[in-house]
Each structure stands twice: as structure tokens, then as C-alpha cells.
């Protein structure tokens, strides 16, 4: 039977009414939102950083909605929208630009998860999945709905040439509309009929994309792991920093794999998802030995904290489904939520206080090793002598402790606590004189920097040196472009022109005859491979050039080494002439 135009309008309006009534907090949330991402587009509002916040009061409608159904309990869930307004006057920029906001994120996706409390595993994951489907249709809507009024709007500008002073406040209106009050409504709506709806239908296109590409990517995987986890056994050696990153990933995926395996029209490995418990354990045992090396070498971080958090995370969900009755994803996506928020939230076993009392304890020990500080605590602002660098490395580790607590503490924390303002002071003021250079490089492994013989491209700036001017009648600035009022300088076709503001031809030369000149009498030729030190002993000749009626100088002349040495580009600050 045909539907008819009027009866699809008709349907989806009264589609959207039942969401209304469904999801009415919800959906207060959203016109709240938009109206406050319009009062901070037009400068009524000034706390930028408040808007980030606004997805996580829509999930706490969205949660309590789906906890508070009923009885006394249900005016929790309508009075849920006001937990927006007591955060509006509070500064959250800082705060939503530390690693808490997004670890907030994941704690609501997560607490969207197991709100329904189901412990069965294929309506678990069916859920899961139909919450992802649900967003993702709902912002493929909202994108397409805003490109066809973009591609409305700015044809009218173009056809009419009309409305063109209003082309970037309406872009910014439009986007607002489909992604921040489209978007979630429609969200709440697909999210109303999925709840009606039992099971999730097989597709083909899910199936080829598990079994004949995600599938088989996990299995090379394992293998990649299972070769280096017994080079390292074999070679009896530590395995590499990075390697705890690589198998938290490879865990994650094979787990959701796993998850997803009841879904298929075929499922094909079975005995390898059912097996997956075991076949992990030498990737988890490379996991804690790499985790446990950097903690043990160079103590806690925020990042290394939330790293060992997934890792406890990772390894019970093993442990968990080596048992059907206990393997439940539901405990994992709890437990999850729980942990992440634990060190997150609750002060004094925050990820980040963690790793700032790691720090100081890493920096005090070598300070008392060292005997670096008086009997306050505070460094002996006093340069240490050149026969201290037999403790590089304890050096270099006290730097980057210093570097941590300096991004990490409130300001002025260094300077009460250890007298010294920030890394750069300790640099300066205490480490000698021989190590600063070693300390504040990462990879140096020579006390002095040494030239790589591979370094293409050298940078010479002339840093606002005098220009002699004896012998010269004029000198004038010159421009890098043209704008028909002073000099400039046109670079083609690897020639330098100077030319006056109207065009008449002051000064021209081929840039590899001007290099051939100034390496004539230095042993150099432009064929030769120069080494940078050469080529900076000869910064003062090479920024500049002279003829027996004109100097040019250069801000800036930029080389290439290789194949042959050649000027890439140049910057010309003045023009003098006799």
C-alpha cells in the first residue's frame, strides 16, 4: 500500500509528539542547550567551556528517565534538567580541557550501558548496539538536514546576491539546530521505537565485515604478539614501552568481536572468541611486565594511572568470562564505570593526584641522593660542578619530575616547595653546567649536541643584528610582497628581484650564483656535502650579499643540503645602496 506525502508528515509529527511525552526532560535539555549555544555565540554569555557540559546533563535525563519510572520517584527524572543551572555560573573551562572531561564521557556511555541492568549477554549487546545504531542515524539525519539547507541558503545567496552579510551566523544557527536540538530529539525517537522492538535482525553487510575483515585482523594480530611475546622469553629482555598500549587495543576489539559473535549469520570463530581467555594471557602478562617497568623506572603519571586503571579493567574482563556463568558484560561495563570514576572524582586517589605524589617522590630521592637540598627541603640554588655528570641520568630524571609537577601543580607550588620556580630554574640555577643541554633533550645520549649528518634543511636568521652601512648612500626596508608602496622582493624561478613600489627593476640575481659567490674562498663548492657547522660559521657572509653598487640583507635564508647545497628561500630585510 502507498503512503502518501501527507500521511509520512502526519506520522512523523506524531512520532515526534510521543517522544515529547516520553522523553520531556530529555527534550528540555536539548532546547536548553541550543538557546545557551546561541546566548555564547552572540557574547551573552561568556563561559565558553560550559556548553561541553551540556551532552552530560542530556545523559543524566536519559539515565534517570530509564531508573525513575515510576511513583515518587519519577519527579526526580522531571526535576533532572535543573542540575544545568547551579554549573552556569562556574568556571569549567580548565576543568573540560583536562583528560576528566573525556574519561567523563566514557563514564556516561558506560552508565548509558548498564542502566537497563541487563545481565544477559545477546540482549546486552543487542542493546549496546542499538544505542550506537540509533546515534549514528540520528546524526547522519541531523548532517543531512544541515547540508540541504546549507546548499538552499547559499544558492540563494549566490543567484539573488542577497543576504551576504549573514552567511557565517546563519551557517553557525544551522549547524547549531541539526546537531544540537535535531539530533538528540531524534535520537530520543529512534531510541523510543528500538525499546518496542526485540532482537536484532542479521545483516550481510555486519557479517562480511566480522568474519571476512575485523575476524581475521585479530587472528594476525595474536600471531604478531605470540612471535614477539617468545623473541623476548627467548632473548630473556623486557618488552617494549609502547607494547601495553598495543594489547589494551587489541583486547578491546577482540572483546567487542566476542561480543558481537551472536549476531552473525555465521559464526565462524567460535573457537577462537570462546578460547579468547586463554589465548590473552601472554598478551596480559607482556601488559603488566611493560606497565610495571615504566612505574618502577619512572613512576606514576596521570596517563600511566588511567593506563594500569584499563589494565585492572582488561584483566578481570579475562578473568571474568573464563566462566559462562561469571562472564557477564554487563559487570564489566559496572565495574568500568565504577573505577574510572573512583580515580577521576574522589580526591586524594585521583589519577592525577597519584601521579603528582608519584613525581615529588621521584624528585625527592634523587634530591636527598644527590644532596641537592637543604635541611627544609628546598634546593641549594647553587650550580653543581662539571664532575657531577657521572649522575646524568639521576639529573635527567629530576628534570622531567620537575617538568611533570610544573604542568601538573597550582602555581607557585615549585617555588614554596623546592625554591625554584619551574624545570627551567633548576636548569639554570642548579644542574651544572655541563649536563643542561643532556637534561632538557629526551633522546641526547652525548653531553653535547651532535650534528646529524642526515639534516637536510639549515635555518639562518640574522635575529635583529646592526647592519653596517659605511660606504652606502640609502638604505631602505624591503617587503616580501607587493603592495605598490615600499620595495619588495620577488622570488622566481630560484632568482632574486628587487623592485621599486612601482615595478621598475632595482636589483637581480640567480640564487645558486649568489651561493656559488659566497662559497668561493671557503673550500666549499655547491656540490659539496657542507656540514652544518660550515654553513653556521658562515651565517654573517651568507646573510648577505654585496656588489660593487648595492648590499642586500637578509632576515632569513633557508638552505638544503642535499643533493647539492642550494638556497631554497630567502626573506630580505634591506636594500642599501651607494
Known amino acids: 500500500m502507498k503512503v502518501s506525502l501527507k500521511d509520512r508528515i502526519r506520522r512523523f509529527v506524531s512520532r515526534l509528539a510521543e517522544t515529547f511525552r516520553y522523553a520531556p526532560a530529555e527534550t528540555a535539555v536539548a532546547v536548553y542547550a541550543f538557546l ?7 557574547e551573552v554569555i561568556e563561559n565558553d567551556g560550559y556548553a561541553l557540559l551540556l551532552p552530560l546533563f542530556f545523559t543524566f535525563s536519559f539515565v534517570t528517565n530509564r531508573w525513575c519510572r515510576r511513583g515518587a520517584w519519577r519527579i526526580v527524572y522531571y526535576l533532572s534538567p535543573l542540575l544545568a543551572l547551579p554549573l552556569l555560573a562556574a568556571d ?3 576543568w573540560t580541557r583536562t583528560v576528566a572531561y573525556p574519561v567523563t564521557l566514557v563514564v556516561c556511555a558506560l552508565t548509558v550501558l548498564a542502566s537497563d541492568w541487563q545481565s544477559d549477554n545477546e540482549r546486552f549487546v543487542e542493546r549496546a548496539l542499538r544505542y550506537v545504531y540509533d546515534l549514528l542515524s540520528a546524526l547522519l539525519l541531523a548532517l543531512t538536514a544541515f547540508l540541504a539547507l546549507m546548499a538552499i541558503f547559499h544558492s540563494i545567496v549566490y543567484i539573488f546576491n542577497i543576504f551576504t552579510g549573514i552567511s557565517s551566523g546563519f551557517t553557525t544557527y544551522a549547524a547549531m539546530s541539526a546537531f544540537v536540538l535535531l539530533a538528540p530529539v531524534c535520537f530520543l525517537a529512534f531510541n523510543r521505537t528500538s525499546d518496542r522492538e526485540q532482537g536484532v535482525r542479521p545483516n550481510p553487510f555486519f557479517d562480511v565485515l566480522l568474519n571476512y575483515v575485523l575476524s581475521p585482523t585479530v587472528l594476525i594480530y595474536t600471531a604478531i604478539l605470540y612471535l614477539y611475546f617468545a623473541m623476548i622469553v627467548l632473548r630473556w629482555e623486557l618488552p617494549k614501552g609502547g607494547i601495553a598500549y598495543l594489547v589494551f587495543g587489541y583486547a578491546i576489539v577482540a572483546t567487542v568481536l566476542r561480543a558481537c559473535q551472536p549476531m552473525l549469520l555465521r559464526r565462524m570463530y567460535d573457537w577462537y572468541y570462546g578460547r579468547f581467555s586463554l589465548i590473552a594471557l601472554p598478551a596480559l602478562a607482556m601488559f603488566w611486565t611493560g606497565v610495571g617497568y615504566r612505574v618502577q623506572q619512572y613512576g606514576f603519571t596521570q596517563d600511566r594511572v588511567y593506563l594500569a586503571v584499563c589494565g585492572a579493567i582488561m584483566t578481570v574482563t579475562i578473568l571474568l568470562f573464563f566462566s559462562r556463568r ?37 624528585a625527592e630521592r634523587i634530591v636527598v641522593r ?15 660542578p662539571d664532575a657531577d655528570s657521572v649522575y646524568r641520568e639521576d639529573y635527567r630524571r629530576l628534570y622531567e619530575s620537575f617538568e611533570y609537577l610544573v604542568r601538573n601543580c597550582p602555581a607557585g607550588f615549585m617555588a614554596e616547595r623546592y625554591g625554584v620556580d619551574d624545570s627551567f630554574a633548576l636548569q639554570n640555577e642548579v644542574i651544572s653546567q655541563v649536563l643542561e643541554w643532556y637534561v632538557s633533550v629526551p633522546w641526547a645520549t652525548e653531553l653535547t649536541p651532535q650534528e ?8 639562518l636568521e640574522s635575529d635583529g643584528a646592526p647592519v653596517d652601512i659605511s660606504g652606502y648612500r640609502t638604505l631602505r626596508a624591503v617587503q616580501n610582497y607587493e603592495n605598490g608602496q615600499r620595495l619588495y622582493a620577488d622570488l622566481s624561478r630560484d632568482t632574486l628581484s628587487i623592485k621599486d613600489n612601482d615595478g621598475s627593476l632595482l636589483f637581480r640575481r640567480g640564487l645558486e650564483d649568489m651561493l656559488r659567490e659566497k662559497l668561493s674562498g671557503s673550500g666549499y663548492a655547491v656540490r659539496d656535502t657542507v656540514p652544518v657547522a660550515a654553513l653556521d660559521s658562515m651565517k654573517s657572509a651568507l646573510l648577505q650579499y654585496e656588489t660593487d653598487s648595492v648590499k642586500v640583507v637578509f632576515d632569513m635564508v633557508r638552505l638544503s643540503r642535499f643533493p647539492e647545497l642550494r638556497i631554497e628561500y630567502v626573506s630580505v630585510g634591506f636594500f642599501l645602496e651607494k
Open 36 to 42: 545557551i549555544c546561541a546566548l555564547i555565540r552572540e
Open 452 to 459: 646529524d649528518p642526515q639534516r637536510n634543511s639549515v635555518l
Open 92 to 94: 569549567v573551562g580548565d
Open 326 to 362: 561469571s562472564g557477564r558484560y554487563l559487570y564489566v561495563a559496572a565495574l568500568s564505570g565504577v573505577l574510572l570514576a573512583v580515580f577521576t572524582y574522589i580526591p586524594g586517589v585521583t589519577a592525577a593526584a597519584i601521579g603528582i605524589r608519584s613525581q615529588m617522590q621521584r
Open 370 to 384: 644527590l644532596g641537592l637540598a637543604d635541611a627544609s627541603g628546598r634546593l641549594i640554588l647553587q650550580k653543581r
